[in-house]
């Protein structure tokens, strides 16, 4: 597995633990990067954190522009992988324009098959397209 794969993972990972623990997300962050050291190389640590700091500052942006091109689902009745899969797709569609979209796509939906439900694929990749195609994302 490639270091941003590892990276996307782990963010994944972080951002559920917080989504679902809602005491305190600092020390929640902390205490999930103390738990997970040994993932979190030098290599994957950078653009993890970009990640996790970049969709927890861009949330209220990235959750409307979710809410706004997810035909009939709410983002609190989503479920909580795909949703903070999508999170982090959208994070790298408005801040990060070195990654190609199609690659963020690809990514998004591989790590939705692998802990998502059995159609979490194809609605993350439905939900992604809809938003690069109408935001006009490169």
Not at 42 to 63: A, C, M, Q, S, Y
Not at 80 to 105: G, Q, Y
Not at 123 to 137: A, P, Q, T
Request: aromatic share 8%; proline share 4%.
């Amino acid at each position: 597995m490639g270091d941003r794969r590892q990276a996307r993972e782990l963010a994944l990972q972080a951002l559920f633990f917080l989504d679902v623990d809602k005491s305190g997300p600092d020390e929640n962050l902390a205490a999930f990067c103390l738990n997970n050291e040994d993932l979190l190389t030098e290599n994957v640590k950078p653009f993890f954190t970009d990640l996790i700091k970049g969709v927890l500052e861009n949330r209220t942006e990235i959750d409307a522009l979710l809410n706004q091109y997810s035909k009939n689902w709410r983002l609190s009745r989503m479920p909580v992988v795909d949703r903070n899969i999508m999170r982090i797709a959208t994070f790298e569609f408005l801040k990060r324009p070195d990654i190609p979209s199609s690659v963020t796509i690809n990514e998004a939906v591989e790590i939705g098959k692998k802990y998502g439900t059995k159609d979490s694929g194809s609605f993350i990749n439905g939900v992604l397209d809809r938003i690069r195609s109408l935001e006009g994302i490169e």
